[in-house]
Nanobody
Framework: QVQLVESGGGLVQAGGSLRLSCAAS????????MGWFRQAPGKERAFVAAISWSDGSTYYADSVKGRFTISRDNAKNTAYLQIVSLKPEDTAVYYCAARRPYYSGGYYYRSNTYDYWGQGTQVTVSS
C-alpha cells in the first residue's frame, strides 16, 4: 500500500503560481498512475489532472488546460501539479490520488478508479 502526502498549498493572489507536490511512500512509485482532484466549498470532488505510469501520458480537465501541468519524478517518488495564472475559482482542497499498481484502464477523471488518497492541501486564491 502506498501513502500519499500533499504539500505546497497556500494563499495566493489571483494571477500567481503554485507548485503542489505529492510525496509517495511505502511502495515503489513508478507503477502508479497518479491523479489530482480538487474540492471547492460546497461542491463535489472534481478531476483536475492525471499522469499515467506506463508512458507518462497526461490528461486534464477542460477547465484547467493550459494553466495546470502534471508531472512526476519517479526517482523522488513525487508527483507535481504546477499551476499558473491562478483564479479565485481555483480555490479548493487539492487531493493527490494513485491507482493500484500497473493499472492501465481509462476513465482517469473518475475518482472511484483511484485506490489511494492523500489528506489534501488547501489552495486559496484571493481576488
Amino acid at each position: 500500500q502506498v501513502q500519499l502526502v500533499e504539500s505546497g498549498g497556500g494563499l495566493v493572489q489571483a494571477g500567481g503560481s503554485l507548485r503542489l507536490s505529492c510525496a509517495a511512500s511505502g511502495r515503489t512509485f513508478s507503477p502508479y498512475t497518479m491523479g489530482w482532484f480538487r474540492q471547492a466549498p460546497g461542491k463535489e470532488r472534481a478531476f483536475v489532472a492525471a499522469i499515467s505510469w506506463s508512458d507518462g501520458s497526461t490528461y486534464y480537465a477542460d477547465s484547467v488546460k493550459g494553466r495546470f501541468t502534471i508531472s512526476r519524478d519517479n526517482a523522488k517518488n513525487t508527483a507535481y501539479l504546477q499551476i499558473v495564472s491562478l483564479k479565485p475559482e481555483d480555490t479548493a482542497v487539492y487531493y493527490c490520488a494513485a491507482r493500484r499498481p500497473y493499472y492501465s484502464g481509462g476513465y482517469y477523471y473518475r475518482s472511484n478508479t483511484y485506490d489511494y488518497w492523500g489528506q489534501g492541501t488547501q489552495v486559496t486564491v484571493s481576488s
